[in-house]
């Protein structure tokens, strides 16, 4: 069976770029900014994605492309017969994971959008605490949340059985500018607020006496999930790239995509948050709780309304489908399933665990694992532990285990890349030795 392929650059780039960014950027980065301090995070943040993060994706982008395969084959036929095969194994059960509650996120972005079409944010006599009471109620009810959830996967999951040309590929080119248009749109109608400048100095005045060890592993920890490293997605989707493309240009490409819209998302809130007097200091609630205060303030807030959780959705929604690709993309190629058939076990499987996120939120917030909330333990066994360990098993294996010449042949396309042969060795030097450190510095942080 011929695999298939994305068939233009622009579309691989934008699919990949799609997956990068998401939630990440538009709920997390923003409240993370106002959690950490402001410009101090940002400037952090910067270092993690362009020093350590960049050569992670690259080094992920090498295995997939060098072996033409899903992230469970590529290690088997790249180190056949070793214990690496278990790095296969992780990558796909982490997205596996992973999906089930990001769908639970997705969904109740579905949620905002129906109500911002209902015009609920046009009503300005609600405080910003009834509007927190509102998202309290909705999101520990029971029904509700798993229609929207079920809603959201059921999306994703058709997207993924269109396969990799008809339905990634067209839906990123089409979604990716759409998505930016519109957060520039409402990150302009934010900048005419008044006091809006407070928020800028906010985001881009960085003061750095904020700046400690806590700070520096929440940034790099936010860069892993922005740029979706470490979970043998972007090693997937690589894998479907042409091999006239140019890695370096590729993953340098993403990471500047998915930075911008990050910082786009923050000028688009961080404004808004200060000209009302709200604290930046939301937490996860920032973009549920204090954005549909902000949007019942401002002019035209019920238009604007339906644009960001629009926006919000989409971008749930073509990262959730990389996450979601990368079991089925293993289900076709290892167990010679259809593709059909593998999109509906992913989704059955993604389906149950996510609806245990879901109740973790109302009837289910009592039971425990380890301590945490069933959501908040899938949240963090992923982020803290499995995404850190694949990604330092992503820079081992192509800095230690792969061969020199082997990796230089893929990240230069067989020296014929005159830019990439230069920078080879630098590269190179990060993904042996001051990533994994860096990586394990987090980790054990993490731990302690
Ligand atoms: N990077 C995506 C985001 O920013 C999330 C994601 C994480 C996607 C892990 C794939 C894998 O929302």
Not at 238 to 262: C, E, G, P
Request: proline content about 3%; hydrophobic content about 55%.
């Amino acid at each position: 069976m011929e695999r298939e392929n994305f068939r233009s650059r622009f579309g691989a780039l934008m699919a990949m770029a799609g997956s990068a960014v998401g939630l990440g950027n538009l709920w997390r980065f923003p409240y993370m900014v106002g959690e950490y301090g402001g410009g101090a995070f940002i400037f952090i943040y910067i270092f993690c994605v362009f020093l350590l993060c960049l050569p992670i994706l690259c080094a992920e982008m090498i295995i997939g492309r060098r072996s033409q395969s899903n992230a469970f084959g590529a290690f088997k036929r790249l180190a056949p017969g070793s214990v690496w095969k278990w790095t296969g194994i992780l990558m796909v059960v982490t997205p596996v994971i992973v999906v089930s509650y990001y769908s639970v996120i997705g969904g109740w972005s579905i949620e905002y959008l129906y109500r911002a079409f209902c015009l609920d944010f046009t009503v300005n006599s609600q405080s910003a605490a009834d509007l927190g009471g509102v998202f309290g109620d909705f999101i520990s009810s029971i029904w509700a949340p798993l229609v929207c959830h079920t809603i959201f996967l059921l999306v994703t999951m058709s997207v993924v059985i269109g396969g990799v040309e008809n339905g990634i590929e067209k839906f990123g080119k089409i979604m990716m500018p759409m998505l930016f248009l519109i957060v520039v749109i409402i990150a302009v109608t934010s900048f005419y607020l008044p006091d809006a400048g407070k928020g800028l100095v906010y985001l881009f005045k960085p003061d750095f006496s904020k700046i400690n060890a806590g700070v520096c592993v929440a940034a790099l920890g936010q860069a892993f999930f922005s740029l979706s490293t470490g979970f043998g997605i972007m090693l997937t989707y690589s894998s479907y790239i042409s091999r006239k493309d140019n890695l370096a240009s590729s993953s340098f490409h993403i990471a500047v995509a998915d930075f911008i819209f990050a910082i786009i998302a923050s000028c688009a809130i961080m404004p808004a948050v200060f000209s009302f007097g709200l604290s930046p200091q939301a937490g996860p609630g920032l973009v549920f709780e204090t954005l549909p205060f902000i949007f019942s303030r401002m002019p035209a807030g019920g238009f604007v309304a339906i644009l960001f959780f629009a926006a919000l959705f989409v971008a749930a929604l073509t990262s959730s489908v990389s996450i979601f690709e990368v079991g089925v993309a293993y289900l076709v190629e290892d167990r010679k399933m259809s593709r059909r058939k593998a999109s509906f076990i992913v989704f059955a499987v993604t389906w149950v665990i996510g609806a245990f996120c879901s109740l973790s939120f109302g009837p289910l917030s009592g039971f425990r694992i380890f301590n945490e909330t069933i959501f908040n333990f899938f949240d963090k066994l992923s982020a803290n532990v499995l995404m850190t360990a694949g990604a330092l098993l992503t820079v081992l294996f192509v800095g230690w285990k792969m061969k020199r010449s082997d990796v230089m042949d893929e990240f230069t396309n067989g020296g014929c890349l005159d830019t990439n042969v230069r920078i080879f060795g630098a590269v190179y030097f990060m993904v042996r030795y001051v990533a994994p450190l860096a990586i394990l510095a987090i980790f054990v942080f993490n731990l302690l």
